[in-house]
Every structure is written in C-alpha cells, then in structure tokens.
C-alpha cells in the first residue's frame, strides 16, 4: 500500500494523495483501506518513517567507510544525502519541509529522522565537529543544496556540482585543519581564538 501512495505522491504531488486512489491502485475499495490507515496523515505518517528508515540504511552503509580526512569524509556524507534527497522530489518534500496542513508526524514516525541526525552527528563528532551549531549549519548548508537543485534545475546537476566547494567553505569556517586525527582536532579548535 506505501508504494501505491508513493506513486500518487510521485504523480500527483503529495498534497493530491487520496485513500481512494490509493485503494484502486492496490485493488480494493477505499472503505477497506481504513482497515489498514485511520486517515490520510496515517499514510502520511507511515511514508515519512519509511523514507527516513531508508536513509538510515543509506546513511549507514556510506558512513561505514568514510575516508578519515575530515574533508572528505564531509563530502561523501554530502554526497550520499544529496543523491538520495534530489533522488525523490516528493519523498524529499514529506522529509524536509511542511507542505502539508495538519500532517505532523507521531513520536514513532518521527524517531528514524531523530535516529538519522544522531548518526550525522556522531559521524562529525568523531572526525572532530563538536557542537550543536556547527551540525546545524552543516545540515542547513547540505539541505539548501538540495532545495535549490529540485526547484531550479531537477534533473540537472548546478547546485550537485557546488556541495564539495559547500564543504571546503564549512570547513573552512571551523577552522579546522584536518589530519585525520579527530582529538588533534578538536584540542586545535579549544585553542582557537
């Protein structure tokens, strides 16, 4: 049944999702689909855990190896978000933005994305990126990217072609010089003025 509501989602927009077409394309009648989802936000729900579990498994696959330079481990991981966001417009959508009135997720839904943010922070962590702000900006700069390239060149590669500049400009701003050693990092930003 996701991937049937995924496919109007795709199709349609994700606004435009309805339990009866998604009830005839799986091959039942709409009232019967309410045995399986309460409501609308209940596919909605069940689609925004999904999308997130799957970045987990994409998430976690590429972080298992990730180059030791903290440049590069940067990129990769930005890499692999970018690729996977740009990927899916409407999954990208359910994910990150609030296009939909009155859908939030419940705490359950919710936990994979908080799961996904653990993982991006204690994969900056251990190359030597500490703090809340500095993950933010991380996460805010990656995400912009992404915007940019599904509103204005979907398909294309404009805004894919800046993420390894986008890293080198973050970096930079740590000021971070990066020997692969994420202690040596750390105790370098400590004395920073």
Request: hydrophobic share 40%.
């Given at each position: 049944?996701?991937?049937?509501?995924?496919a109007?989602?795709r199709e349609?927009?994700?606004?435009?999702?309805?339990?009866?077409?998604?009830?005839?394309r799986v091959g039942?009648?709409?009232p019967?689909?309410?045995s399986h989802?309460?409501?609308k936000?209940?596919?909605?729900?069940?689609m925004y855990?999904?999308?997130?579990t799957?970045l987990?498994?994409?998430?976690?696959?590429?972080y298992e190896n990730?180059?030791?330079e903290?440049r590069?481990?940067l990129?990769?991981?930005?890499?692999t978000?970018?690729?996977?966001?740009?990927?899916d417009?409407?999954?990208?959508?359910l994910?990150n933005q609030?296009?939909?009135?009155?859908?939030?997720p419940?705490?359950?839904?919710?936990?994979p994305?908080v799961?996904a943010l653990?993982?991006?922070?204690?994969?900056?962590?251990?190359?030597?990126?500490?703090g809340?702000?500095d993950?933010?900006l991380?996460?805010?700069?990656?995400?912009?990217?992404?915007?940019?390239?599904?509103a204005n060149?979907?398909?294309g590669?404009?805004?894919?072609r800046?993420?390894?500049?986008?890293?080198?400009?973050?970096v930079?701003?740590?000021?971070?010089?990066?020997t692969?050693?994420a202690?040596?990092?750390?105790?370098r930003?400590r004395?920073?003025?």
């Amino acid at each position: 049944m996701l991937a049937a509501a995924w496919a109007v989602a795709r199709e349609q927009g994700l606004a435009q999702l309805t339990l009866r077409e998604v009830a005839e394309r799986v091959g039942m009648r709409a009232p019967s689909l309410y045995s399986h989802f309460a409501s609308k936000n209940a596919i909605y729900d069940a689609m925004y855990a999904q999308a997130w579990t799957e970045l987990l498994e994409v998430g976690a696959d590429s972080y298992e190896n990730l180059p030791s330079e903290l440049r590069e481990a940067l990129r990769m991981m930005a890499h692999t978000y970018f690729d996977f966001a740009v990927s899916d417009l409407a999954r990208n959508q359910l994910m990150n933005q609030r296009t939909l009135p009155g859908f939030e997720p419940t705490p359950e839904s919710y936990a994979p994305a908080v799961s996904a943010l653990r993982m991006l922070s204690d994969t900056l962590e251990q190359h030597g990126v500490r703090g809340q702000e500095d993950v933010d900006l991380y996460v805010a700069l990656i995400g912009g990217l992404v915007d940019s390239q599904l509103a204005n060149d979907p398909g294309g590669d404009r805004w894919e072609r800046l993420v390894d500049r986008a890293v080198d400009m973050y970096v930079d701003n740590l000021g971070i010089e990066d020997t692969g050693d994420a202690d040596a990092i750390t105790d370098r930003r400590r004395e920073a003025p």
